[in-house]
């Protein structure tokens, strides 16, 4: 079976992918940060933003359109804000339209409410789009231990990642073996199959945790898990972060001053 | 219902880190003080389940689908705690390989689906089953309220932090958020209770291990 939907691009070679991902977390985290709480009437600040990842993104060398496609999944949540625009009142009106029996009014305000949410979804998106497509997820967890995120934790997290192939091959077969007896359209009565279908997904995951704990007793598992790989921090790396972190806050800040509103 | 960066201000974002780190912190030591190293292996595995189940799409009246949020099965298969557990590393996993909620409002999707949403679910789902009797159709119908209750509550505090942070208008956003997931909830629900009468008959002893 194919999961080439994960992971995709994390093993590529640029100087992003072999940045240390403690830098990689704690500048993407700093980054939207930053995206967050900048006023959303500061608009040269969020060009420079854009300017400052799609730099990093072609260093990358990640598909630009890849990125774009994928940004589009914050459209649904961008489409419920949207809807509630026109119930947003104050600040003057900015247009009247007639839907049918409807009189809609928008107002600078909720115009103002929307525009400030998609552009900050959007680029607070690319950013994780990079970090996340860059970076493989056991370095990632590796660099959330180094940021001091519960070492339990991380274990759970290593578990679940391993067996995630597994599962969605699983669930992959189970769902050849049910199309291939016909199960078509969309009816109610399939919901008793696709319950089912989970709950025997369950019972072998269920079993299949029992049986790996065994057998890692049996290899002598004493809660603690060692590994060959460590990070190491170098100083050119710090020293980037360190820069790349100084130009996210001189984004957030001095626009401020330089376009006064 | 996974937040994405951007919708929420700084301070509802931090307020519901805040109250997640706690409730996960906690979880984290109640679990492994009653269930010992076994918890790792097996709240891994459940939390990979909750994920590949999440791809079983189901129908919804008009043509779309919808999928399984999982909150009230795991929290009624394994307990609260448990239930915490699995489903915040879920969403974690989620954010970081498929930006399925953001990185920034992961504390509020994980108090949202993770702390109310496995809470509501296990409390509903005992209170029900026990005024039952814990017979069969008892166990079914609490999981079926328990399910929906879920999906609702965690629904109603998406739509509370989005007002808070001013992105939607609460008069307006709260009864559409909550009755659109009144029909989301249905789906939940009868997948969960499919789920439970699969569980009882061919494995009805794990209902009956203690919840943590």
């Known amino acids: 079976m194919r999961h080439s939907f994960l992971d995709k691009y994390s093993q590529l070679h640029s100087p992003i992918h072999h940045l240390d991902p403690r830098v990689k977390l704690a500048l993407s985290f700093a980054f939207i940060l930053g995206v967050v709480t900048t006023p959303p009437t500061l608009w040269p600040a969020f060009v420079l933003y854009l300017i400052l990842l799609w730099c990093l993104i072609l260093i990358s060398r990640l598909p630009p359109l890849f990125v774009l496609v994928r940004s589009l999944i914050i459209i649904p949540f961008v489409v419920v804000v949207a809807v509630f625009v026109p119930f947003f009142s104050g600040g ?86 049910r199309d291939s007896r016909n199960f078509g359209g969309k009816r109610l009565w399939q919901w008793k199959t696709i319950g089912s279908m989970a709950g025997s997904l369950f019972l072998r995951s269920y079993e299949r945790g029992e049986r790996v704990y065994m057998s890692m007793m049996a290899r002598g598992f004493d809660g603690q898990v060692r590994s060959l790989r460590r990070l190491q921090l170098s100083y050119a790396e710090v020293c980037l972060g360190v820069a790349c972190l100084f130009l996210v806050v001189a984004v957030n800040v001095v626009p401020r001053f330089a376009f006064p509103m | 219902m996974h937040i994405p960066d951007g919708f929420l201000n700084v301070a509802t974002a931090a307020s519901t880190y805040m109250v997640s780190a706690g409730g996960v912190g906690f979880a984290l030591k109640e679990v492994g003080r009653k269930l010992g190293e076994k918890h790792i292996p097996l709240v891994g595995v459940t939390g990979a389940f909750i994920f590949a189940a999440q791809m079983l799409n189901f129908p919804i009246v008009g043509g779309t689908s919808g999928h399984l949020l999982g909150a009230a099965l795991a929290a009624i298969l394994l307990g609260p705690w448990t239930g915490l557990l699995v ?53 079914l119908t609490a999981s079926f309220v328990a399910a929906w209750g879920a999906v609702m509550a965690a629904s109603i505090f998406c739509a509370l932090e989005l007002a808070i942070s001013g992105t939607s208008p609460l008069k307006v956003a709260l009864p559409a958020m909550a009755g659109f997931h009144a029909l989301i909830g249905i789906g939940e629900g009868a997948i969960t209770a499919a789920v439970l009468s699969f569980v009882l008959v061919t494995r009805r002893d794990l209902l009956e291990l203690r919840k943590i």
């Not at chain 1, 001091?148 to 995630?164: A, E, K, N, T």
Request: charged share 10%; proline share 2%; net charge positive.
């Open chain 2, 87 to 139: 489903m915040s590393c879920v969403l974690l996993v989620q954010s970081l390989l498929f930006q399925d909620g953001g990185l920034l409002a992961l504390g509020a999707n994980v108090f949202n689906m993770g702390v109310v949403g496995c809470f509501v679910g296990y409390f509903v789902y005992r209170g029900v089953a026990s005024l039952l009797r814990y017979s069969r159709k008892g166990i």
């Open chain 1, 92 to 177: 003057g009106v900015a247009g009247s339209y007639s839907l049918g029996p409807w009189q809609v009014t928008v107002s600078h305000h909720g115009l103002m409410v929307l525009w400030n949410v998609v552009v900050k979804a959007w680029l607070s998106v690319q950013a994780l789009i990079l970090l996340s497509s860059t970076t493989r997820l056991p370095d990632l967890l590796r660099g959330m231990q180094g940021l001091g995120m519960p070492r339990v934790l991380i274990m759970i997290l290593s578990f679940m990642y391993r067996y995630l192939f597994v599962l969605i091959d699983e669930v992959m077969r189970m769902r050849q073996a």
